[in-house]
């Protein structure tokens, strides 16, 4: 899966994107280089990213999804929202995922949305919101309390309509979560994947990573996102959600050959990408 942020504020690339053309080229190099999603997302997430509510995000959203769907009418296109009027207008639009941070509990109408789009969900676990995540951080067991977070934000997903076979968990790193408990989150990505559902890992550039490697630049983070990016192969997880997308791909395809898939996996994938 291939980010591409159409902000002036996220952490890595804000504003690089927010013209429609920029962003229309980005999408059109990710493909070129192996993604098989394409990620937009119209408000920064980020730790202490101001939220600009749903008519803005529609506005830095629209013309560049109308823009990459007309370029590439068989790309699948994903987007990172957490309100229902931006899923809604973004399906109608020709997206065909919903990527929600938020698990659905920012907006419980936008679990209708999704159930009567019958679409792809990925329902990621987090606390609190960009202002407030940070605070948010303390666990007696982080990965148990993120796969039985996963497990309750499943159930209310399933209540308004939404089918198992829609749904692609998201153990949310760095969404309430310090360096310490991401690294435990990513050792034990194994009893994760035991729960059945396609996983998909969102660890480009992010922070935790800065903090082992002492690196502040983000954009200078792509070797440890390469790491991150082969645990997860090992793992057998379905999905990896990356800025760079030549690179990790190409870690991804050498990493399949030291842990080959097995056919429950590719099954698993196959699943997500139909």
């Avoid at 804000?14 to 990620?39: C, E, F, H, I, T």
């Avoid at 996963?150 to 399933?158: E, I």
């Avoid at 992010?206 to 390469?226: C, H, M, Q, S, Y």
Wanted: charged share 20%; hydrophobic share 40%.
């Amino acid at each position: 899966m291939g980010v591409i942020n159409i902000t002036p504020d996220s952490f890595s690339d804000g504003g690089k994107y927010l013209d429609p053309r920029n962003a229309l080229d980005q999408a059109s190099l990710q493909l070129s280089q192996g993604a098989d999603v394409l990620d937009l997302g119209a408000q920064s997430t980020r730790p202490g990213a101001e939220e600009v509510g749903w008519q803005e995000e529609l506005n830095r959203l629209m013309p560049a999804l109308i823009s990459i769907r007309a370029a590439h009418p068989q790309a699948l296109i994903s987007v990172d929202t957490f309100l229902a009027q931006v899923a809604k207008a973004a399906l109608e639009a020709g997206a065909d995922w919903i990527n929600d941070v938020s698990g659905g509990w920012r907006d419980p109408e936008l679990l209708q949305v999704v159930a009567e789009a019958q679409c792809p969900y990925v329902l990621t676990h987090s606390r609190g919101n960009s202002q407030s995540m940070d605070q948010l951080t303390s666990y007696d067991d982080v990965s148990e309390e993120v796969r039985q977070g996963l497990l309750r934000r499943t159930d209310k997903a399933l209540k308004a309509g939404i089918q198992p076979d829609q749904l692609i968990w998201d153990p949310g790193l760095g969404f309430a979560k310090t360096t310490k408990q991401n690294l435990i989150l990513l050792r034990d990505l194994n009893q994760l994947c035991s729960e059945g559902f396609p996983i998909l890992v969102g660890p480009s550039r992010k922070r935790f990573i800065g903090d082992v490697l002492n690196e502040p630049n983000p954009e200078a983070r792509i070797w440890g996102t390469a790491v991150v990016a082969s645990r997860c192969v090992e793992a057998k997880v379905a999905m990896v959600r990356v800025h760079d997308v030549g690179p990790i791909a190409q870690t991804i395809k050498m990493a399949e050959a030291v842990w080959p898939k097995d056919n429950s996996q590719a099954e698993c994938i196959g699943k997500v990408l139909s």
